[in-house]
């Protein structure tokens, strides 16, 4: 198995733009966990996922950031606009539900200037 | 979740066994205790979890006291490649929030020649 795949790896931008980072889970696994790194907040989980289903945004920064999974291998992440704030590390994490271990990505290194 | 505390660093000489503590003094009864650890630039990866009793896996062992307010992972040899943040963490055994991982700082281990 290919593990997580995230996309893209890095990922430079202009504040306001838009921009959109993407996931395929591991096949098999029902729960999808979108973090977002950063050295003043550490590893913070953003969005969670079962079955397709977002089971808890409550560490979604605010309106800017949105996500999606339309089916059991893939989501997306989006934030639109962009700010420098954003800069961070994002991490996509599957596990099967209950699960004992979440197999995280590699991250997209995200820049906006 | 229970609020984890661990040092921020350690060192450990090659080949020599690498104690990393955690305190947990307010873990509940239905909660396990999980380490996952992050090499440099990588997502993090799991390593280990228990809920009362010691448990040993290829990777490491883990010891857990007996009231669990406290816990130690134990890497036997330490070799340069466990040079990384080991991260302790309580979390509910069911539900949904039983898939939720909470980051704190965790301890940043260098294994030095």
């Known amino acids: 198995d290919a593990g997580v795949i995230q996309s893209p790896r890095h990922e430079v931008t202009e504040m306001g733009q838009e921009v959109t980072l993407r996931c395929k889970p591991i096949s098999g696994h029902n729960s999808l966990f979108w973090y977002r790194q950063t050295m003043m907040r550490g590893l913070e989980l953003l969005i969670y996922f079962n079955n397709n289903v977002p089971i808890d945004d409550s560490g979604m920064p605010e309106d800017r950031f949105s996500a999606k999974m339309p089916n059991a291998s893939f989501s997306t992440l989006k934030i639109q606009p962009s700010e420098p704030r954003d800069s961070a590390v994002y991490f996509c994490?599957?596990?099967?539900?209950?699960?004992?271990?979440?197999?995280f990505g590699p991250g997209t290194r995200l820049t906006v200037l | 979740d229970a609020k984890t505390t661990q040092p921020p660093s350690m060192d450990c000489a090659e080949g020599r066994a690498a104690n990393l503590p955690c305190n947990h003094s307010?873990?509940?009864?239905?909660?396990?205790v999980y380490w996952y650890r992050q090499i440099h630039s990588q997502g993090p990866q799991y390593i280990i979890h228990?809920?009362?009793n010691n448990e040993t896996n290829e990777m490491a062992s883990l010891i857990i006291t007996e009231d669990r307010k406290s816990s130690t992972l134990i890497l036997p040899h330490a070799t340069l490649r466990d040079t990384a943040v080991y991260y302790c963490?309580?979390?509910?055994?069911?539900?949904?929030?039983?898939?939720?991982?909470?980051f704190g700082g965790g301890t940043r281990l260098m294994v030095k020649p």
């Open positions: 994490a599957s596990s099967l539900s209950r699960s004992n271990e979440q197999f």
């Open positions: 307010t873990i509940s009864g239905n909660e396990y």
């Open positions: 963490i309580v979390r509910v055994a069911f539900g949904n929030a039983g898939n939720m991982l909470t």
């Open positions: 228990g809920l009362k």
